[in-house]
Each structure stands twice: as structure tokens, then as C-alpha cells.
């Protein structure tokens, strides 16, 4: 079948049979190899996605389902070839290893910060609760996230301010 979507703000058009997952599909049709397949039982987080703006299991979504969607993956956060402020934060605060599971964890806490601006630990920590890392013991991702959405709030309020 021909699916046409549109990835990270192009669109693009690629073939797959009706059962081809969209974590295949990304990776081998489309060369989006950032996202990661991990237990395909939707369970590691690690090919998580956005569906029109919305954080999914790209190992739980058969590509079919996103002909005419909007899909984003992690290489859709950087801007102009610069990592995005989350990215940097990731990269400050060490909160990825290995970095198997980053691209998933990124896209939900991409997904998670637009939702919820000012998050507590607590919050973030039961966003993260859908992913397995082994190696950070999310501290570090839960520090990265909340000091992102510091910024953005400290950001946002000295805009409001000059308007004024």
C-alpha cells in the first residue's frame, strides 16, 4: 500500500504491506533510524513517537494508520541542524547513556512539556513511568525536564512582561 505522511514537517510517501508496523516502516521505508525498536509489546517506550501531536507507540501503530497523519520523531526536535532546548538539557544534565531509549524518552517529554508547562518531579517521574532506561536511573531525565520547563516559564513570563 502507498502511505503518504507527513514526517517531521515534509511530506513523504513510502510502500508497506497493511500489518507493517510504523516503527518499520519509519525506520526502513522512510530512513527515520532514530526511532528505536526495543520490545515491540509497547512496553520500553523506546519507539515512541508523535501522531499529530500526540506521544504513540510507533510499535504498537501499523503504518497504515498514519496515511495522512502528521508523524514526528526525534530527528524533528533540533531546528536548523541545533539541538532543541530539550535536547541541550538532556546533554547538560547527562540524563542518557547508552542512548537506546533517549529518542522515545525525548519524544514524550517533548509531548509531556507541551501539556503540562510547569511540572512537578512527581509528574514528570510518572510520565517517565512508560519507559525503561537501564542506565540513567532518570534523575538526570527528571532534572533535564524540569529545568526546561523553568526556562520555558521564566521565558514565557519576561515575554508577558515586555509586552506590557
Known amino acids: 500500500m502507498e502511505i503518504t505522511c507527513t514526517l517531521n514537517g515534509v511530506q513523504r510517501t513510502g510502500y508497506a504491506e497493511s500489518r ?9 521505508e522512510l530512513g ?23 506521544a ?3 510499535c504498537l501503530t501499523l503504518a497504515v494508520q498514519v496515511d495522512g497523519a502528521a508523524v514526528d520523531t526525534v530527528e524533528g526536535l533540533a531546528e ?7 535536547q541541550l538539557a ?4 547527562h540524563a542518557l547513556q547508552c542512548g537506546f531509549c533517549t529518542a522515545g524518552i525525548l ?7 507541551t501539556r503540562v ?4 518531579e512527581q509528574q514528570v517521574r510518572d510520565m517517565l513511568s512508560g ?18 520547563a523553568a526556562v520555558r516559564a521564566s521565558n514565557a513570563k519576561n515575554n508577558i512582561q515586555g509586552d506590557i
Do not use: W
Open 32 to 54: 527515520a533510524t532514530g526511532t528505536h525498536v526495543g520490545c515491540e509489546h509497547g512496553v520500553c517506550g523506546a519507539c515512541t513517537v508523535r501522531i499529530n501531536g500526540a
Open 56 to 58: 504513540g507507540r510507533s
Open 117 to 120: 508547562s510547569s511540572p512537578t
Open 20 to 28: 507493517t508496523l510504523l516503527s518499520d516502516f519509519l525506520r526502513h
Open 90 to 93: 538532556f546533554k547538560r544534565h
Open 131 to 148: 519507559h525503561l532506561c537501564r542506565c540513567t536511573g532518570y534523575t538526570p531525565i527528571v532534572q533535564a525536564v524540569l529545568d526546561v
Open 80 to 86: 536548523d541542524g541545533q539541538l532543541n532546548d530539550l
Open 107 to 113: 519524544m514524550s517529554c517533548s509531548d509531556f512539556l
